[in-house]
């Protein structure tokens, strides 16, 4: 599977024109990356001041928008906490909107253990699928932890994140297998990358039979410093290099029209599918 991000936390206009902020925005990046071949979405909502949040109002919004647009297409809200939301406030936007699928950083929301019970009990009565996102070797060793005492399913889908934006670390390929030989062994998982090796790593990451997640949340480069043009760029770029080349959401068996009026590029991009920084 390959997930599209195409904002993340932090991101703004200043960091890039084509970041998307608004609902119709978000529809509209949503759209052109299934075309380029995603197959999944990861959102994020921002407030009116463009900031990070965990709204439930504005999640429910944007996800009417999207599967008006995409009926029936995967999509998975993000429940980061980005240093402002504590483990109460990813609870009440779970318990609140009771999403189909939700990405939940093992760290953040085990900074309460009492309040992750609760979380992890409410998306098991909701039917929330969770995906547990690790960044290092104690994630992991906590996520085990939660997996002998129940908490977490014996078989998890894991998210694996290579690298920090906060940190300003960039992902590099040599991490890559060591990080994957030290998830549980049956587990689902996903690779995500920051930085200009972004890439790379997913394509390493796909030998090694993981989920992909690809866009701008993770990197607005390519390896050599050229700017991706799109969010659409980048996906269109990982999945004709996947072997065989994914093209048109492979995996979702959605409205056909949409699938078949594809174009090769998105009526944004240039010939190349980037930009370069002046």
């Given at each position: ?22 609902v ?9 990356c ?16 463009g ?6 109002g ?8 999207i ?6 297409f ?9 240093n ?26 085990m900074a ?10 409410v998306?098991a009565?909701t ?17 085990r932890a ?9 078989a ?9 934006y906060?940190?300003g ?5 040599d991490?890559v ?10 587990a ?10 972004e ?7 796909a030998l ?6 690809v ?7 390519q390896?050599?410093g ?14 004709a ?9 492979a ?7 949409l699938?078949?009026?594809r ?16």
């Open positions: 599977m390959i997930m599209v991000s195409p904002t993340g936390a932090r991101l703004t206009k200043r960091d890039h024109p084509m970041v998307p902020l608004t119709p925005e978000i529809v509209t990046t949503s759209r052109a299934v075309l380029a071949g995603a197959e999944a979405l990861h959102l994020h909502v921002p407030d009116g001041a900031n990070h949040s965990l709204d439930v504005r999640y429910s919004e944007d996800l009417t928008e599967d008006t647009a995409l009926p029936g995967p999509v998975q809200i993000t429940t980061e906490s980005a402002r939301f504590s483990p109460s406030d990813q609870l009440r936007l779970l318990r609140g909107l009771a999403p189909k699928w939700a990405s939940i950083a093992v760290r953040e929301v309460d253990a009492t309040v992750a019970q609760r979380v992890y009990d998306c009565d039917g929330t699928r969770v995906q547990h996102i690790v960044y290092d070797a104690h994630d992991i060793q906590t996520l939660c997996m002998t005492r129940g908490a977490i399913p014996e998890p889908d894991i998210l694996l994140v290579l690298g920090s906060a940190q670390r960039p992902a590099t390929v991490e297998l060591p990080r994957v030989s030290a998830l549980p062994e049956r689902r998982w996903m690779l995500c990358a920051f930085g200009p090796n890439h790379a790593c997913l394509h390493t990451a090694l039979g993981g989920d992909l997640r866009g701008f949340e993770n990197s607005l480069t390896a050599d050229t700017v991706w043009a799109s969010v659409e760029a980048s996906v269109a770029a990982l999945c290099h996947r072997d065989p080349p994914i093209v048109g959401a995996l979702w068996p959605g409205p056909q029209d699938l078949q009026n174009s090769p590029t998105s009526t944004h991009l240039n010939p190349t599918g980037s930009i370069r920084r002046p």
